[in-house]
């Protein structure tokens, strides 16, 4: 496996597992403001979630890295 296709390999993992950690710790809004969606969050916290979902890619990636390795191994 090229870098490159490491690369793409990780960035597919991260897109997709960004969207299990979007979800967690949302509270909406208590006070609505005029023009302000209802189901939008107060605080996302985005930052936080980019951090895990970067550390959970980087896990996930590793484990497939390893596998592609091993099975690519002739003894």
Do not use: C
């Not at 951090?51 to 990636?61: G, R, S």
């Amino acid at each position: 496996m090229t870098i490159f296709n490491s690369l793409v390999l990780y960035f597919i993992i991260w897109w997709l597992s960004i969207f299990l950690f979007l979800p967690i710790e949302i509270s909406k809004q208590r006070k609505l403001k005029k023009g302000n969606d209802p189901g939008a969050p107060e605080d996302p916290k985005l930052k936080k979630k980019f951090i895990y979902t970067t550390l959970f890619a980087l896990l996930v990636w590793t484990i497939i890295l390893i596998t592609i390795k091993i099975s690519n191994y002739e003894v």
